[in-house]
């Protein structure tokens, strides 16, 4: 008889869930000494397998017990290795893919936890989520209700703004080349989606944060996401400021002027737009990368206009 069933009362775990008491034995079994050890969390591991319908309860201990065997058992202390990353992958992936919220918070917990953590740890959790939100399956997409594919939560954000901005991760509090593509590739793919309105913030504000990185943009404070926020839901992209005068200085209107001058692009007729547009704080490579993403589809979508606005503002305050 495995460890599971002894851990577990009678009726403890039934046709997927698992109950309240059941997880306070768990509890009571494990933690008296103060640590898990390698038996415990496989056993821990092996009932997750079996626990269909997660409740909050169960994934804190769930989250809680494994972190806390990895943590105690990394070397250097705080750093999760190579082979550490690898076993928790192997235990936890099913073809490529996740398929609990308990297993998703996890890998989550530990990029918040850990001093440091292989950066395809990172890599594989944005997956799962990205897939989530394209394809309308997994850890994120359970229960009685779910969004459809092709539109992102508010669950779906707090996790990739977590993940992002995560300590542990590669370039904390830094947007990366490769979130940066994630970001816009999310975008497009809901487009026509009923979104959270938090998805609009985190995309213009993690775009934003990649471009202008150099200059050491950390994870916004409440105070600030609270300013942006207010700004992108006051301000029409499509008048006024920086956008307007984009619109005022070409003869063929918005879009013409985005995808006629570009990013750090100059063209004679349009010299006026492209003064407007060549002084933000960013590297010629990235006004580069910026306007190929704004030109793929040959029109300026809503969030693009947004991001667009918020740089303009950005730029203005700063001088």
Same mark, same amino acid.
């Given at each position: ?22 997880? #306070? ?15 415990? /969390? ?7 397998? =079996? ?16 972190? @806390?065997?990895?943590?105690? %058992? ?10 550490? !990353?690898?076993? #928790? ?42 897939? +989530?939100? /394209? ?42 080349? @490769? @979130? ?9 793919? %809901? ?12 995309? /213009? ?63 004679? +007729? ?7 547009? +060549?002084?933000?704080? /960013? ?7 910026? =306007?190929?993403?704004?030109? !793929? ?6 969030? @693009?206009? !947004? ?13």
């Amino acid at each position: 008889m495995t460890m599971q069933f002894r851990f577990l009362p009678t009726d403890g775990l039934v046709d997927g869930d698992i109950s309240d008491e059941a997880i #306070l034995a768990l509890r009571r079994q494990i933690w008296p000494d103060g640590l898990v050890d390698a038996a415990e /969390v496989e056993e821990i591991l092996a009932i997750n397998e =079996d626990v269909r319908r997660p409740s909050a309860a169960w994934i804190a201990f769930f989250v809680e017990a494994v972190t @806390e065997f990895l943590h105690a %058992t990394s070397h250097p202390r705080g750093t999760l290795s190579e082979a550490q !990353a690898d076993w #928790l992958i192997l235990r936890m992936d099913r073809d490529g893919r996740l398929d609990s919220p308990a297993k998703l918070e996890l890998l989550v917990h530990l990029l918040e936890k850990m001093d440091a953590t292989p950066d395809r740890m990172k890599a594989y959790i944005l997956v799962q989520i990205e897939r +989530a939100v /394209v394809f309308g399956a997994g850890p994120t997409r359970g229960g009685d209700w779910a969004p459809a594919a092709g539109e992102i939560s508010a669950e779906e954000c707090a996790l990739l703004r977590r993940v992002i901005f995560a300590p542990g991760g590669f370039g904390p509090a830094r947007v990366s080349a @490769e @979130e940066a593509e994630m970001l816009f590739r999310i975008k497009d793919a %809901t487009l026509d989606g009923d979104n959270a309105p938090e998805w609009k913030t985190l995309f /213009v504000q993690g775009i934003a944060n990649y471009l202008q990185g150099w200059q050491g943009l950390a994870l916004p404070t409440a105070e600030q996401e609270l300013a942006h926020e207010r700004f992108l839901a006051a301000r029409d992209p499509g008048i006024g400021g920086f956008l307007g005068s984009m619109v005022r200085t070409s003869p063929n209107g918005l879009l013409s002027a985005v995808r006629g001058g570009g990013f750090g692009r100059r063209q004679p +007729a349009r010299d006026i737009v492209a003064e407007e547009r +060549a002084d933000y704080a /960013v590297t010629p490579v990235e006004k580069q990368w910026l =306007d190929s993403r704004i030109e !793929a589809d040959g029109k300026l979508d809503p969030l @693009e206009q !947004a991001l667009l606005a918020f740089l303009q503002e950005e730029r203005e305050a700063k001088g």
